[in-house]
């Protein structure tokens, strides 16, 4: 059993489901209109007040989860926290409120995640485009079946747009059509890419979109589907009410009508852009993507080693060079107390990558390798989770001044000792011989070897110099024995 919480930036979502026959059975669902995008001020920061009621949100949440027996909980938070310029301060919060790590995640994670919801939920073969509009950026994804073909992410959201174009309450019809004509720019480059996907079937994943939807039916608004006419129909009507707080439709609650409006014309523009004529609603998205991917990962199939497989193609990385490396760190790391199997992936996939700086120099190669690790387009992986790898990708070599804060942590420190030696060792073609070698940290770091394993690869006696000449910097013995 698995729960997912979305921290949107107009609603809080929270699913709870349970795999069964090939689907995920949804058992509860919680939603809270927080709208935390509109708490965001001139400089990009969330204001108390917003945080507050994130709080008190995320608490009712934990109650929920704390019902029921669950083999994993992911909260992702989209972005308006990717945005906020206190984004840290805020997640320290909002993780204690829910007592669970919150990841944030790109906006192309966020379309992919999507996606794999749509589909779950469709279990269709079929090309379909998928459009999500949600309170700070707007997602586009195009695939065929389960697979993605192109996915992006797009800064702009129903609060930014309700905002800049209808901020005083007012609805008038120049101010409809700027903000059409805006929507449609941020389109428009990437419309071409799409163009073998707009003429088959197309569907809107967000709750914007089906709070659309709903008011188009009940109001019996055009042709009644989620068309181009329709929402032509559901202009007209809107701006015949003149003023945000004069708006009375059956199905719209007033909590949404602002989410409507600036939804309404990013969605016109992109499917003007794109050349959709139609629509269909649907109740699946991000969360069924993420509880998929949870699911996905019980049974070891993670999209993450997968786009470490297509990272290190894409940066001409030495497979074999790679994986020696990974297996060298593992065999130390396993050595090493308080061993977690989460490290243990992000030791691998760092070793993994930890070369793939020599596609843009070789001089500096952990630092341009690090920053590439950091700012890739790696599917499955968070904010958070790039940047540690990143961390240890610069640490992997050189000196460790420039990773000193990070090795405050514990489990940081073992990591990047544990790949530091590995790459010695990899460098120096050690290959099956590591029986005897053995490898301690505390208070200092052991590191014992019997002394004809040094004969035989006499490169190791000048590796192990640098690296107690490293640590010992920083304050921490570094001691080799030989047995």
Request: charged fraction near 25%; aromatic fraction near 6%; include cysteine.
């Amino acid at each position: 059993m698995f729960a997912a919480v979305d921290l949107g930036s107009n609603s809080f979502r929270l699913h709870v489901g349970e795999p069964a026959g090939g689907e995920i059975r949804i058992l509860r669902s919680a939603r809270d209109p927080v709208r935390l995008a509109a708490g965001l001020d001139a400089s990009g920061r969330l204001s108390e007040a917003a945080i507050g009621i994130g709080v008190r949100s995320l608490q009712g949440f934990a109650a929920i989860l704390a019902e029921y027996r669950l083999d994993a909980v992911r909260v992702v938070g989209t972005n308006t926290l990717r945005v906020a310029s206190n984004a840290a301060e805020v997640l320290k919060q909002f993780e204690a409120a829910i007592g669970h790590p919150i990841e944030i995640i790109s906006g192309e994670e966020e379309g992919r995640l999507i996606y794999m919801g749509v589909a779950r939920a469709l279990g269709k073969h079929e090309a379909r485009l998928v459009i999500d509009i949600g309170g700070g950026s707007t997602e586009v994804i195009a695939g065929h079946g389960d697979s993605i073909a192109q996915v992006e992410s797009f800064s702009i959201g129903t609060q930014p747009q309700a905002g800049r174009f209808f901020g005083d309450g007012r609805i008038a019809r120049s101010a409809f059509h700027a903000a059409v004509t805006a929507a449609r720019a941020v389109f428009e480059d990437a419309a071409p890419n799409y163009r073998d996907y707009t003429g088959g079937p197309a569907y809107g994943s967000s709750g914007t979109m089906r709070a659309i939807a709903d008011t188009i039916a009940k109001n019996d608004l055009g042709d009644g589907l989620l068309s181009l006419p329709s929402l032509y129909a559901l202009r007209e009507r809107l701006l015949g009410f003149g003023h945000v707080d004069a708006v009375a439709l059956p199905g719209l609650k007033r909590e949404r009508v602002v989410a409507v409006l600036g939804g309404a014309s990013v969605l016109i523009g992109a499917m003007e852009e794109f050349g959709v004529a139609q629509l269909t609603a649907i109740n699946a998205g991000l969360r069924l993507g993420v509880l998929s991917d949870l699911e996905l990962r019980s049974k070891h199939q993670d999209r993450r080693a997968l786009a470490i497989g297509d990272c290190m193609r894409r940066f001409g990385a030495d497979t074999a060079r790679a994986r020696r490396a990974a297996d060298i760190a593992r065999h130390f790391y396993l050595q090493l107390e308080a061993v977690d199997a989460s490290c243990l992936d992000y030791l691998s996939w760092s070793c993994l990558l930890h070369e793939v700086g020599l596609a843009v120099s070789h001089t500096g190669a952990h630092k341009h390798g690090a920053y590439i690790v950091e700012h890739a387009d790696l599917p499955g992986f968070t904010t958070r989770e790039q940047r540690l790898m990143a961390t240890l990708v610069l640490g992997h070599k050189g000196n460790l001044r420039k990773v000193k804060e990070s090795l405050s942590e514990p489990a940081f420190a073992r990591m990047v000792l544990a790949m530091r030696l590995a790459v010695a060792c990899m460098h120096a073609r050690v290959d099956g011989e590591l029986d005897g070698v053995r490898l301690a940290m505390g208070s200092r770091i052991e590191l014992t070897v019997e002394v004809d394993w040094l004969d035989r690869h006499p490169t190791l006696s000048a590796w192990i110099e640098r690296e107690r000449l490293a640590w010992e910097e920083l304050g921490r013995k570094f001691v080799l024995r030989g047995v």
